[in-house]
């Protein structure tokens, strides 16, 4: 997993000067850092950006990036997502898609006052058909701990009147990770509710002005207390989430 990041930048690199490929960006603030049902910027505001490469075989690429804040006892404020993937469509208007993601945390370091936040990678198999879509995330190292973990997600989106959207989703997160995180709160006479899984879900409204996208999405999960994500505690009280995100090059 540790060889993502290059084997994606090489990729990017010997596909840019070939026809038939698009190079976009995108930028957002966002008002809370969402990551599955938890906060990853302390319920904070968070900026985000994006460059991505698509090429009509099906091949894309994406670097990511996004402020974070993990909270005192750990050293980062950015994450960057290195991703690479192909995707298609059937005859029967089915979609499918499958990649790897490696998650990065450049500026975090280990010192005597604060601990690192470990990088890891996840691959993932997803299809989708109309207005659906579902994807099923794995890594065999989650947050560097040597613990698999997985994630599963449905996610809707519906047209509404007046130029109106509206998402829907569901993910469940489980695997022996979150065995452990289990298994811990149980030795320490915890309650996290957690049973070795944890649901997290959304709703939200979409609306475009221009070219601007905004979105407001309701978040909640059903767990008790603060989670513990890629070594850091977060919380994951029900919240609400506002948007507003912009692509480019903008239309003409």
């Known amino acids: 997993m540790r060889s993502l990041a290059a084997v994606s930048a090489l990729a990017i690199f010997g596909l840019a000067t070939t026809t038939h490929a698009e190079i976009t960006g995108t930028a957002a603030v966002t008002s809370d850092y969402d990551f599955r049902g938890v906060s990853l910027s302390d319920e904070d505001p968070a900026f985000q950006a994006s460059i991505d490469y698509a090429h009509d075989n099906g091949?894309?690429?994406?670097?990511?990036?996004?402020?974070?804040?993990?909270?005192?006892?750990?050293?980062?404020?950015?994450?960057?997502?290195?991703?690479?993937?192909?995707?298609?469509?059937?005859?029967?208007?089915?979609g499918w898609d499958v990649g790897l993601v490696w998650y990065a945390y450049p500026d975090s370091d280990s010192s005597p006052a604060k601990l690192e936040i470990e990088d890891y990678g996840e691959a993932y198999l997803g299809g989708s058909y109309k207005m659906l879509d579902a994807k099923v995330w794995y890594t065999d190292d989650y947050g560097d701990t040597g613990d698999d973990a997985w994630y599963t997600e449905l996610n809707a989106s519906f047209e509404l009147p007046a130029g109106?959207?509206?998402?829907?989703?569901?993910?469940?997160?489980?695997?022996?990770?979150?065995?452990?995180?289990?298994?811990?709160?149980?030795?320490?006479?915890?309650?996290t509710g957690i049973d070795?899984?944890?649901t997290d879900w959304s709703i939200g409204l979409g609306y475009t002005v221009g070219y601007f996208d905004l979105n407001l999405r309701y978040v909640d999960t059903d767990t008790d207390s603060d989670l513990e994500v890629n070594s850091g505690a977060f919380a994951n009280d029900s919240r609400v989430v506002f948007t507003v995100s912009t692509s480019f090059p903008w239309a003409n």
């Open 164 to 191: 109106l959207t509206l998402d829907l989703h569901i993910g469940q997160s489980f695997g022996d990770y979150w065995d452990a995180i289990a298994d811990d709160a149980e030795s320490e006479l915890e309650t």
């Open 59 to 94: 091949f894309y690429a994406s670097l990511w990036g996004s402020s974070i804040d993990y909270g005192p006892d750990y050293d980062g404020t950015i994450e960057i997502d290195l991703g690479a993937g192909l995707s298609g469509e059937t005859e029967l208007g089915i």
């Open 196 to 198: 070795g899984d944890y």
